[in-house]
């Protein structure tokens, strides 16, 4: 069965740094998005992507977070100088027509 | 998105059928019920969605309150791999097969599947 799958499942950084969270959809999907859930709390949405562009994002998703989709597999998250409280589980999600989301195991970060 | 309500936590026996509300008193007739589900130390998963009339598929059931003000997700029998919190969200079914359509978690249900 198909799954999406996110690269690394551990990261940990120094704060101010730069990190790049790797993700690869389920080859058909059209529709990607991340999503990040702190230690005890929410799912929280953070930025949807489709046809090459953001969608939607949320009040999470600053200047200080990009999204590309810099090949036909790869969709990525960069945050460009981390904080103390970036640190969370990331989801990478995709789906076929924006209906029913297939969720990755998620990129636990820790930022130091 | 409008809101549901679940209650925090339930337990369940091995093998026993376990029924989880939602309630959405302000359903529009143009939102869908979701339920996904994330068990511990993964990212959530799909379960199930319906519109109005009651659904089946290999994982679970979804009854719909007939004024749809209401849904359950009903395991048949629960096993130990169920234990996980279970989350009912409402999507409008405008933000299908269109740009947007993140989704909009609340707390949920946390299951606990004694053995």
């Known amino acids: 069965e198909p799954e999406v799958t996110q690269t690394p499942s551990h990261q940990v950084t120094q704060m101010g740094q730069e990190v790049i969270l790797r993700c690869v959809p389920i080859s058909n999907h059209l529709y990607f998005y991340w999503y990040r859930q702190i230690l005890g709390q929410k799912v929280e949405f953070l930025v949807s992507?489709?046809?090459?562009?953001?969608?939607?994002k949320s009040e999470i998703f600053d200047d200080q977070f990009s999204v590309e989709r810099p090949d036909g597999s790869n969709f990525t998250l960069k945050i460009r100088s981390t904080k103390l409280e970036d640190s969370a589980m990331y989801f990478c999600?995709?789906?076929?027509?924006?209906?029913?989301?297939?969720f990755g195991p998620g990129t636990r970060l820790t930022v130091l | 998105d409008a809101k549901t309500t679940q209650p925090n936590s339930m337990e369940s026996n091995e093998e026993e059928p376990v029924h989880l509300p939602c309630n959405h008193s302000?359903?529009?007739?143009?939102?869908?019920i979701h339920w996904y589900r994330q068990l511990p130390s993964q990212g959530p998963e799909y379960v199930i969605h319906g519109l109005t009339s009651n659904v089946n598929n290999r994982m679970a059931s979804l009854a719909i309150a007939e004024d749809r003000k209401s849904s359950t997700l009903i395991l048949h029998r629960a096993t130990l791999r169920d234990a996980a919190v279970y989350y009912c969200i409402l999507r409008d079914v405008g933000h299908y097969g269109g740009s947007q359509g993140n989704l909009i978690f609340g707390k949920g249900t946390k299951l606990s599947v004694k053995p």
């Open positions: 999600a995709s789906s076929e027509d924006s209906r029913e989301q297939f």
């Open positions: 302000t359903i529009s007739g143009t939102d869908y």
């Open positions: 992507f489709y046809n090459n562009e953001i969608s939607e």
